[in-house]
């Protein structure tokens, strides 16, 4: 055995790399890779249209909003993709798309926000450390979406489970509807209101400015984005341990390859299905709660195009496949702020922002084209 | 024998049933007369909806007076259309198919209106619209479909004046949610905006409720003096909060659907802060009405609130209503009018409403209509009354042109 090869192997068993340095590494390569790709294409054709405008530098107008878009298409990157890990946890194991999961989502930052709110009428909310309330608000919201995971599940999917796969499915479709009009019907009968409004507390809506050598300008970054991408990130991390650290993890994983032999094996299949979509519900919650801190306003039906968005992430990273999840959200998050941001400056206005889902669809129709299981999914072709 | 029997009461039983069925068609419904109301009673846009139905219904318990004496009984019939062309054409069949119902008020939005009242068109049944500006709701010269507000050609004309005057705006940028109503405003505003030679640095629809950010960067970036969204308060409260706390310093500007104390709630202080806000309205606060001052006393008495923009409308519009019956049926001696004698008393009217003196021309238009300018002053929905009207106009209506 020669001594490079040796080190290397020292190196992935060591747990810190394993489980921390990997999976952040992992994350930053997409971020670079989808940024970097992105912005060269649209510099690149900056640079061929540059004659076409006569009244300004089309050029140097990209690159003006160039690292405000990079930011923009992260942050919600990284909502999508922690939305799409439930979707593709519960496909692991299940083998179906769980759509109520879009309203988890939305129950997660409703209750988040109304904690809040809550705070704000007792008159404490001013009073608190704005990290505790907002660690306190994102805790309720993963433990309350992530119950009510568990009971959706218990409820309206494992009566169904030796049914025909479409039944689930519908299951699923009347679910997402129920819960929509559950907290309407809630809200409306205890605060009457059908807009959930944040309260302003904290130092979250500042800007951090950051000055790079080389910009003209120094890029502002609202505190709020930066916790977002900061918590997500350790939520992906966590889970990464969680999945591929742990006996519980094992056992998941052990589930979504062979629930047969799983079960053979000893392990309670049943108890298994129920922690995934606890563990899926309540980074749907958490992601809700952060979603809600940045979009300031919510309503019983504000989960609905974050989740599909978070399903095509899914889809487009591989579904029933963790990596691909993330990739995929990553990628679609740069794929829409830049779709949005740049359509309207390249076509003159003639396509605006309007346009950024189609573009963002074409372009999961053509990988898909090419690439059926996804980017990153190998394994679920044989499995599906 | 006992089959016999059993006969017998069924016989019984089924003929005095139907005798009661037809003693009480004949009797009671044939005085009765129903006043439908079309707008949003759920969802986002309900705080503006229900008070249009609150309104007709005060104005029925304050003016059906004179239908009571002539013996009949009348009734509101509200119906909730979401905000949502789909649920205000189902609720329009419905409505059409109700012969008690003889004249309605409705809808909020343009975008609901114009489908459902082609409903109301084939049926011959008369609508008085409180709040759709869109120009195609008269403009297809229907003899069934009236409005008491002015018209979005003449609204965003106004406001696009308003800012290149009065603001000194030299740039603007244009948002509108993809509506009838949203994008017909900033079409015109565009126009507008093009033929004073102000630089229109972007024209974007979106139906985004939540993240904005997408929008907000390339408009950052652009910085124009003026943003201009043509919209509802729900989505716009949104907006307006993020690319305030995003950094943009300018002057937003919104037409009457930012008309509601909810736009306040959802942006709180982005709409002072900077160049502030200000909107156009077509329905200016019942204070700007000097005959509507009784009518938000009562309101409040008997609803708990304010009433938000547009009930003083709804109000109207169930007075010509009402108006419009009455004089129909004692042009019937005093029996039940037909839809199309309603149809046409409506545009033979002339009421003193209390938001000014009604009449409609031959397309169904108020030959004058009156706009508002209005500057926030609220940072939240409890202040929404300290709003004040910077400039108040009266415009004639363009009639079928442009």
């Known amino acids: 055995m020669n001594r490079q090869g040796s080190v290397m192997k020292q190196l992935t068993s060591n747990p810190i790399y394993k489980f921390v340095l990997f999976p952040i590494g992992q994350i930053l390569a997409f971020i670079l890779g989808a940024g970097i790709t992105l912005s060269v294409l649209v510099i690149l054709l900056a640079y061929i249209f540059r004659g076409s405008v006569s009244n300004l530098d089309l050029v140097e107008r990209t690159l003006a909003i160039l690292p405000k878009v990079l930011i923009d298409g992260i942050t919600i990157g990284f909502v999508y993709a922690t939305i799409a890990l439930g979707y593709t946890m519960v496909y692991g194991v299940l083998e179906f798309i769980n759509f109520s999961h879009s309203e988890i989502f939305m129950v997660g930052g409703v209750v988040g926000v109304e904690l809040l709110r809550y705070l704000e009428t007792q008159g404490s909310l001013a009073g608190m450390n704005q990290y505790v309330v907002i660690a306190l608000a994102i805790l309720l919201g993963m433990v309350i979406s992530g119950s009510l995971a568990v009971t959706v599940e218990r409820v309206a999917y494992r009566p169904l489970r030796g049914a025909p796969r479409l039944v689930p499915l519908i299951s699923a479709i009347g679910m997402s509807f129920f819960l929509q009009d559950a907290v309407r019907l809630i809200l409306g009968l205890t605060t009457g209101e059908f807009n959930v409004i944040l309260p302003k507390f904290g130092t979250f809506d500042d800007f951090q400015v950051f000055n790079f050598p080389g910009l003209a300008a120094p890029v502002q970054i609202q505190n709020k984005t930066i916790l977002l991408v900061a918590v997500t990130v350790v939520m992906l991390v966590g889970l990464n341990y969680l999945v591929n650290g742990t006996k519980v993890g094992k056992a998941i994983r052990a589930v979504a390859q062979d629930r047969p032999t799983a079960s053979l094996m000893g392990i309670n299949v049943n108890l298994i299905i129920s922690i995934t979509f606890l563990i899926g519900g309540s980074l749907g919650g958490a992601a809700g709660v952060l979603f809600a801190l940045k979009v300031t306003r919510l309503d019983p039906f504000v989960g609905f195009f974050p989740g599909l968005k978070a399903f095509t992430a899914a889809v487009l990273g591989g579904i029933g496949n963790l990596t691909g999840a993330l990739l995929g959200g990553i990628v679609l998050g740069l794929l829409e702020s830049f779709g949005a941001s740049y359509l309207g400056i390249f076509t003159q206005g003639a396509f605006g922002a309007e346009y950024k889902d189609i573009l963002a669809f074409a372009i999961l129709i053509a990988i898909l084209i090419f690439r059926p299981s996804g980017l990153l999914g190998q394994t679920v072709g044989q499995k599906a | ?402």
């Open chain 2, 1 to 402: 024998m006992s089959k016999r029997l059993n006969l017998v009461i069924a016989l019984t039983i089924a003929v005095s049933l139907v005798l009661a069925a037809c003693s009480s068609s004949g009797g009671g419904e044939a005085k009765l007369i129903k006043i439908a109301t079309q707008s949003p009673l759920s969802g986002g846009q309900s705080l503006l909806g229900v008070d249009i139905k609150n309104g007709a219904q005060l104005a029925l318990e304050q003016l059906s007076g004179p239908l009571t004496e002539m013996g009949f009984t009348v009734k509101l019939e509200p119906y909730d259309d979401q905000a949502t062309p789909d649920v205000g054409v189902a609720n329009a069949k419905a409505i059409v198919a109700d012969p008690a119902i003889l004249c309605g008020v409705g809808h909020l939005n343009s975008g609901v209106m114009i489908p459902s009242s082609e409903e109301y068109h084939v049926a011959g049944l008369a609508f008085v619209s409180p709040a759709n500006t869109n120009p195609v709701v008269t403009t297809r010269g229907y003899a069934e479909v009236n409005r008491i507000v002015g018209r979005d050609d003449v609204q965003a004309p106004v406001a696009e004046a308003y800012a290149f005057n009065e603001l000194g705006a030299r740039s603007v940028y244009i948002i509108h949610d993809k509506t009838a109503y949203g994008q017909g405003v900033a079409e015109f505003f565009r126009g507008a905006a093009e033929k004073d030679g102000m630089n229109v640095m972007g024209f974007e629809g979106t139906e985004e409720t939540a993240n904005f950010d997408a929008i907000i960067t390339p408009m950052l970036a652009a910085n124009p003096d003026v943003v201009f969204f043509s919209g509802i308060y729900n989505q716009a409260g949104v907006f307006f909060k993020q690319a305030r706390d995003a950094g943009y310093e300018g002057t937003f500007m919104g037409t009457d659907g930012m008309d509601a104390s909810g736009l306040a709630d959802l942006a709180g202080d982005a709409l002072v802060k900077g160049g502030g806000m200000v909107y156009t309205s077509v329905a200016g606060p019942a204070s700007a009405y000097p005959k509507a001052a009784k009518f938000a006393e009562d309101f409040k008495a008997k609803f708990g609130a304010d009433p938000q923009p547009f009930a003083a409308q709804g109000y109207d519009a169930a007075a010509v209503c009402l108006k419009a019956i009455e004089n129909a049926a004692k042009a019937a001696g005093n029996q039940v009018p037909t839809r199309e004698a309603v149809r046409d008393a409506i545009r033979a009217l002339t009421l003193e409403g209390i938001t000014g003196t009604i009449s409609f021309d031959s397309i169904g238009d108020l030959p004058k209509a009156k706009y508002f300018i209005i500057k926030v002053n609220a940072t939240s929905g409890a202040e929404w009354g300290k709003n004040e009207i910077v400039a108040e106009l009266e415009f004639a209506s363009p009639g079928m042109g442009e």
